[in-house]
């Protein structure tokens, strides 16, 4: 699938997430007026990050301007009349125009629309310090409305009547996929006591058998990190976790067997007999880190899922489905998955709680941030 592909497979999904409002594909019309909108996505996945928010803009007529992260792709753009992610061309309406940035423009673009008086609407994917430095070009300049989308810290909480290898294959992938680098990684693995370490030996075993090596062999699992500066963060949080007294039952080291030692290659990791204030289960490390923690009971099991800063996702396996919905509720996260991880739909909302931020991707609602609400009164008299 090319990129015009791409911009038009979400553009197609945005029209389609409101057919149950009665409105036919292709007619979509947001009632209020759209915003002149600015995103900025993060280093991993510009045609995802990039064109998922801003669907609402763009199906609304709405102008947009992309600033991908600095290690990302080296030039995105976005044409005016939706001509894809790739080649910019101009914008003859001239008040926003279209937007090409290379690495070395980035700094000086994301700050320039982020102040920019006539820049109506910022959608930011990416860290919460680069979030709060947002909030206050807000502040300062025209009060421009944010969705902010800042990662997660996730809690995937396994019980002893789950199906326990379904579970375990989505465990697996839920941290591995895309090499720990994803916002919704579930990073903290939450098992009862009773399955504990039977539970953590399964991935451990699936982790030593994975294939990790060059994204272009059909038979590798998992790539390399993409950068230099965050392998060795994913390294620093290894050894902060051997150092804090959790056990490090497989990988914690560079992957560097044979042409692997030119790249980023991390193994796969996983920490047993981790506690919740450890280091390793409060900050998000953004790299194929398992954090693998014990419970006794549901009470604890939303406490621990509830410790941390962040709130973007979580699941539950269980067969129970008193205890599903009462995890459902008490778990602050924005989206809860039951038997199930990383289940995304056009017509689903998306977005976090808490430090993980706030506004919505996808679904009906995320058109609430792109457009306003007028009353108009007649008087008729």
Same mark, same amino acid.
């Given at each position: 699938?090319?990129?015009?592909?791409?911009?038009a497979?979400?553009?197609?999904?945005?029209?389609?997430?409101?057919?149950?409002?009665?409105?036919?594909?292709?007619?979509?019309?947001?009632?209020?007026?759209?915003a002149?909108a600015?995103?900025v996505?993060?280093?991993?996945?510009?045609?995802?990050?990039g064109?998922?928010q801003?669907?609402?803009?763009?199906?609304?007529?709405?102008?947009?301007?992309?600033?991908?992260?600095?290690?990302?792709?080296?030039?995105?753009?976005?044409?005016?009349?939706l001509?894809?992610l790739?080649?910019?061309?101009?914008?003859?309406?001239?008040?926003?125009?279209?937007?090409?940035?290379?690495?070395?423009?980035?700094?000086?673009?994301?700050?320039a629309?982020?102040?920019?008086?006539?820049?109506?609407?910022?959608?930011?994917?990416?860290?919460?310090?680069?979030?709060?430095?947002?909030?206050?070009?807000s502040?300062?300049?025209?009060l421009?409305?944010?969705?902010?989308?800042?990662?997660?810290?996730?809690?995937?909480i396994?019980?002893?009547?789950?199906d326990?290898?379904?579970?375990?294959?989505?465990?697996?992938?839920?941290?591995?996929?895309?090499?720990?680098?994803?916002?919704?990684?579930?990073?903290r693995l939450?098992?009862?006591?009773?399955?504990?370490?039977?539970?953590?030996n399964?991935?451990?075993?699936?982790?030593?058998k994975?294939?990790?090596?060059?994204?272009l062999?059909?038979?590798?699992?998992?790539?390399?990190?993409i950068?230099?500066?965050?392998?060795?963060? +994913?390294?620093?949080?290894?050894?902060?976790?051997?150092?804090?007294?959790?056990?490090?039952?497989c990988?914690g080291?560079?992957?560097?067997?044979?042409?692997?030692?030119?790249?980023?290659?991390?193994?796969?990791? +996983?920490?047993?007999?981790?506690?919740?204030?450890?280091?390793?289960? #409060?900050?998000?490390?953004?790299?194929?880190v398992?954090a693998a923690?014990?419970?006794?009971?549901?009470? #604890?099991?939303a406490?621990?899922?509830?410790?941390? +800063?962040?709130g973007?996702?979580?699941?539950?396996?269980t067969?129970?489905?008193?205890?599903?919905?009462?995890?459902a509720?008490? +778990?602050?996260?924005?989206?809860?998955?039951?038997n199930?991880?990383?289940?995304?739909d056009?017509a689903?909302?998306?977005?976090?709680?808490? #430090?993980?931020?706030?506004g919505?991707?996808?679904?009906?609602?995320?058109l609430d941030?792109?457009?306003?609400?007028?009353?108009?009164?007649?008087?008729l008299?």
């Amino acid at each position: 699938m090319d990129t015009d592909d791409v911009v038009a497979h979400f553009v197609d999904d945005a029209v389609g997430a409101r057919a149950h409002e009665g409105l036919e594909r292709g007619q979509c019309r947001v009632v209020g007026q759209r915003a002149e909108a600015a995103r900025v996505v993060d280093e991993h996945d510009v045609a995802r990050d990039g064109v998922g928010q801003d669907r609402a803009d763009l199906i609304d007529d709405g102008r947009v301007a992309i600033r991908p992260g600095r290690p990302g792709p080296r030039v995105v753009g976005v044409e005016p009349e939706l001509g894809g992610l790739g080649e910019a061309g101009g914008d003859s309406r001239k008040d926003l125009p279209t937007v090409a940035l290379q690495h070395r423009h980035v700094t000086v673009a994301g700050e320039a629309l982020a102040r920019h008086m006539d820049v109506d609407k910022v959608a930011f994917t990416g860290s919460i310090r680069t979030a709060r430095a947002l909030l206050k070009a807000s502040g300062e300049s025209n009060l421009k409305r944010l969705s902010l989308e800042l990662g997660g810290k996730s809690p995937n909480i396994v019980f002893p009547d789950a199906d326990l290898p379904r579970a375990a294959r989505a465990a697996f992938w839920g941290i591995y996929a895309n090499k720990g680098e994803v916002c919704s990684a579930g990073s903290r693995l939450l098992v009862h006591e009773k399955i504990y370490d039977e539970f953590v030996n399964t991935l451990a075993d699936l982790a030593r058998k994975m294939k990790v090596g060059d994204p272009l062999d059909p038979d590798a699992e998992m790539g390399s990190q993409i950068s230099q500066t965050q392998l060795e963060r +994913i390294l620093g949080y290894i050894r902060t976790g051997k150092e804090e007294g959790a056990r490090l039952v497989c990988g914690g080291e560079r992957d560097v067997e044979g042409e692997k030692a030119k790249g980023y290659f991390v193994k796969p990791t +996983i920490f047993a007999d981790v506690k919740p204030e450890m280091k390793i289960a #409060q900050e998000e490390i953004f790299g194929p880190v398992l954090a693998a923690l014990k419970f006794q009971d549901v009470d #604890q099991a939303a406490e621990i899922a509830n410790s941390t +800063i962040y709130g973007l996702v979580s699941a539950v396996w269980t067969r129970d489905i008193t205890v599903a919905h009462r995890l459902a509720q008490e +778990i602050k996260a924005g989206s809860v998955w039951i038997n199930a991880y990383n289940c995304f739909d056009s017509a689903s909302p998306f977005g976090g709680y808490k #430090q993980s931020g706030f506004g919505r991707e996808m679904g009906a609602h995320a058109l609430d941030s792109y457009t306003q609400v007028k009353s108009v009164w007649i008087y008729l008299g």
